[in-house]
């Protein structure tokens, strides 16, 4: 894997040139606009990069982009991977090591998630605090490679806590409804039964989804900080649940992205 890493870092450097990403953000489901608000110096299509993974999702682009947010050089994932595509918890995470080995000090990360809190309503943004993994893998089984991070690192601040909290300074000064709170990580794709729903938060989460948790894991065995914030767009919670479309779900993320996107951008500038 190692090898792999560095093959295709080389190949990457060799595109963008001097440029040196201080940042890393991966976009979730619906939330790609942030892209637009880069000023983009060079992109990357995913199927162009030796070994990186493609995204076979049609909601998801595949772009690497590279440029500069509020002044702060960044790297974006224009387009995540899941493990119910079909890929290995380390295919999902590779970005994340590549991005690591260009030299991004922070990784911030997006996601739509569903409401498993009766006080967290749909179109609300959450940060995730910390989360609990129920995904049927863990990225980092197999032969450590000690380059990359310790066989068993820590995961006491599994997101770095002053920019959870500058995160939410950024968002009551914006009147933006923003909470903070423990995200559920699933294997998807199928939604969750109302029993599902039930159990996930008699068991601590506030929110629920199928992506973001491995990435988190490999940030943290590399030492890199992360910072995560969910858009919630549906309800679990409700006695009775109401059937929810993929449509449904893009629509609410998309009429949420601005706000998201006004405290990423504000983050990242200070960071």
Do not use: W
């Amino acid at each position: 894997m190692l090898e792999s890493i560095q093959h295709t870092t080389a190949y990457i450097k060799s595109r963008i040139g001097d440029f040196a990403p201080e940042a890393g953000i991966i976009l979730g489901t619906g939330l790609g606009g942030l892209v637009t608000e880069i000023e983009v110096e060079k992109q990357l299509m995913y199927s162009n990069i030796p070994d990186f993974p493609i995204s076979t999702l049609e909601f998801h682009s595949g772009k690497l982009i590279f440029g500069k947010l509020n002044g702060v050089k960044v790297v974006a994932m224009q387009g995540r991977l899941h493990y119910y595509e079909g890929y290995t918890m380390q295919q999902i995470t590779f970005p994340v090591r590549v991005m690591k080995m260009l030299g991004i000090k922070t990784l911030f990360v997006s996601n739509a998630s569903g409401s498993l809190n009766p006080a967290f309503k749909k179109g609300d943004l959450m940060v995730i605090a910390d989360h609990i993994n129920l995904q049927h893998h863990n990225p980092l089984v197999g032969r450590n490679e000690e380059e990359l991070g310790p066989r068993f690192p820590d995961m006491s601040q599994p997101y770095k806590r002053d920019l959870i909290n500058k995160a939410l300074e950024i968002a009551s000064a914006n009147n933006i409804i923003c909470h903070k709170g423990v995200y559920v990580a699933v294997t998807g794709p199928n939604l969750e039964t109302l029993a599902e729903y039930k159990y996930l938060r008699i068991i601590g989460g506030d929110a629920v989804g199928m992506s973001t948790v491995p990435e988190v894991i490999v940030a943290n065995h590399m030492g890199l900080p992360v910072f995560a914030i969910s858009v919630l767009t549906d309800e679990g919670f409700n006695e009775t649940l109401e059937p929810v479309s993929v449509e449904e779900i893009l629509a609410v993320a998309y009429k949420a992205e601005p706000q998201m996107t006004l405290i990423l951008k504000e983050l990242i500038a200070g960071f």
